[in-house]
């Protein structure tokens, strides 16, 4: 069957059509010949020539922000569904007023969850927006880079390590390129990659020499010509299965969800025995049935749900405003839980503006003054010689090259940047370098730590990367060998980067070699010398971090004495014990490195592997653990971990298994970042704790009655009114609560732990019952039953208010922190307040409550019995301390 293609840019030649048909059956120059493309690109104005015909290069969105469907997942708890039972059972017996209330409530509480998530899903959809894919394009024989949506066929791309490619494309260059096909074929195996011809009937899978948009460069560098864009890619004609999404469920959302049935099951429970006790009474059928239907709304925490998916969306879109994307509700819970953070150095704790402060030649190593001299920026014919050759072994491309010199700007990763720039400084001819280059024989990665380019005037090949790596594989004398590792150590601990540069020559130096093992016998010419000083406000995040009970661990595939030095700048103390290099670690087994864990601060020399074995170490172990990385070889890590932390100017791999993406690469932002983690956390259990501690309220007042033969403490409408209309208030402005204890605390990465449960209980059963004592007081004085049962309703409408403030903090007391500076909890309150006064001074108010006027006296009466609760909370929180320590 024949595929869609860009119809329109066709050629009318039906000999043109298959190559654009079949391009993977046909050469390149067929192709190219098809699309009316020369091997210098298109112009400016036939690109847009063509994009007015196909179109932009992207998916028409199938899936945005799902107003109506956000607003019916607030429905979507068992808890919800007790309470419209509830409204059933009124409605069915007649009750209008509470039927009304309670209809209007549940829609209130649900509004209030909707404009939360659906703002916060809207700030995240904006931020998303800012990490756009870009691609190197030719146009007229320059390279620039542009955004892949400007893409359209019969574009020259380039695809290096770690991108995303951007469009269908024909492969007409590749140097060891794997791609990462799992989203079409399913298989988690990366693809190799050739550029030749391929059978006309070939399925997908088997189409070798073509690069499908979505699919991820995993190894090598390549190149080729854009054959289809937008919906008329592989990945376009199964688009909606692609960008169709399905939300999952977050594990606090999922244990919820439980603890929901759970708590429905209990209330069933004990409304059915409230009930039988009733009947067993002589109470009325009917008045019973009503009665039970409002115990069932008074003991069930409704606006739990909602009030936590709140907390959760205003997290996410703190977090977006501090330039931090998460990509799930889930990852914002485990963020606060962070116990060990696993960081590369490079562009986080650094500024990654990587300076070349010298070249210095294998000569100048071996002497000792000369060492020292050239160890300023001092470059003579033998020095530009070695940043010509590192020149050749870059992929930056000059995007502007008929600018002036002085103008131009350079493509590519910020190292090869730094060197093309510092060999214009020299005077090197960078324009005929960067024109005349090849595509590397082999790549660099994190695993080999080098390259090889070839050099086809100079007939030789050219190996940059690690320098201890190139040393170990040059034909240096023992003696030499010895003496500039010697030096390589020197200037790696004061904090200098080194890269190797050198020289392969002989049999195998013209392009045959595809081997990194079998690069031997190296001329090792020198090393370039950079410089990358730290942030100015790392030292303080770290601390921060620190201080909010979370380990912080470098990790890196630099020398250890240039680790060791950006650590000491950080104004870490760093002993022998507390520093691995990635060969000792790799002979230890897992339970001999689990008992180096604690010491080690610094992670050296290692590899992609290395790390990702490092994580699942401290995993095994119980902590909970986030890590960074940009590289392809990053991502396996970052899926690993509990929480992957990729760099925003990182490749699209790590971006695309990443829990958190930073948009401005600082590591201060990933403690911005916990610090919201723990936030979220805090407010959950005020929350867990502010609504459960009432739920037995109702079920003590009318339990106690029924069993003591007093009359019913409250009706139905007044449980409902309570419940709704002033505790649910404060529930959800604890949203926007700041965290009073940072720290993490013994089982602190739990979100229901014992300060919670000791809490709960404390407070919910003790209040109950002294509600009930009180209730029984009242009477006992001979009060007359409507003055008592308003006063009643007054303590126990205005308790749960007054103790909101008590809950600002479940460890510190009342007055160790601020009580007023969250405006939403003060306005919830004031409301639920006024409420409470309208509900005896408004008449039509008061007589559906069925309420009556009461003495000024009484006021005291309330005030005190707001008073003792406070206390009763402060009480718990003792304890909670005490349990502590």
Known sequence: MKRTVNAPLRSSAGKDERPVLFPWAYGADEVHGALHVGSQGLSEEEAL???KIAGPNEFRKVRSVDGLGIFLKQFASPLIFVLLGAAIITMVLGEWVETIVIFLAVVVNACLGFYQEYRAEHAIERLTAYIKDRAHVMRIGEYHEVDSALLVPGDIVRLSLGARVPADVRLTEATNVALDESFLTGESLPVRKITHPVSEGAASTEQSNMAFAGSLVVEGLGGGIVVRTGEKTEIGRIARLVTETKDERTPLQKSLASLAWLICAVVFFIVVLLFGLGLYRGENVLDMLLLSAATAVGAIPEALPIALTVILAVGVERIAQKHGIVRSLSAAETLGSTTVVMTDKTGTLTQAKMRITGVITTRALRAHDAFLANHAKNLGAEEKSILSDALLSTDAVIENPSDPVEKWRFIGRPLEKNIALEALAAGIDVLAITRDRRQPLLPFNSTNKFSLAHDKKMMHSIAMGAPDILLARSSVSKDDFVLIERRIHELSLEGKRLVGVARLVGVHAHGEHKNYAAIRNLEFLGVLVLYDPIRAEAAEAVRRIESHGARVVMLTGDLKGTAVAIARDLGWDVQERSVLV???????????ARMRLPDIKIFARVTPEDKLRIGRLYQSQGEVVAMTGDGVNDAP????????IALGSGSDVAKSVAD???LD???KTIVLAIEEGRRILDNIRKTFVYLLSNCLDEVCLIGGSLLLGLPLPITAIQIIWVNFFTGSLPALAYAFEENRDVRLRRNGHMILNTDV?????VVGVLSSLLLFALYWWLLSRGLQLDVARTVLFLCFSTY??????SFKSLHKPLFDYPLFDNRILNIGLAVAFLLAI???????IRETLQLTTISPPWLLVILGWLVLNVCLVEIGKWVVRALRT
């Open 838 to 844: 309208a509900s005896i001074t408004i008449p039509v």
């Open 49 to 51: 020539r063509r994009q």
């Open 637 to 644: 890590s970052l899926k690993a971990v509990n929480i992957g």
């Open 660 to 662: 958190l993406v930073l």
């Open 665 to 667: 690469d600082n590591f």
């Open 757 to 761: 449960y000791v809490l709960t209980l």
């Open 800 to 805: 749960i208010l007054g103790v909101s403030f």
């Open 582 to 592: 990635g060969e000792e670690f790799r002979q230890l087994s897992d339970e001999a």
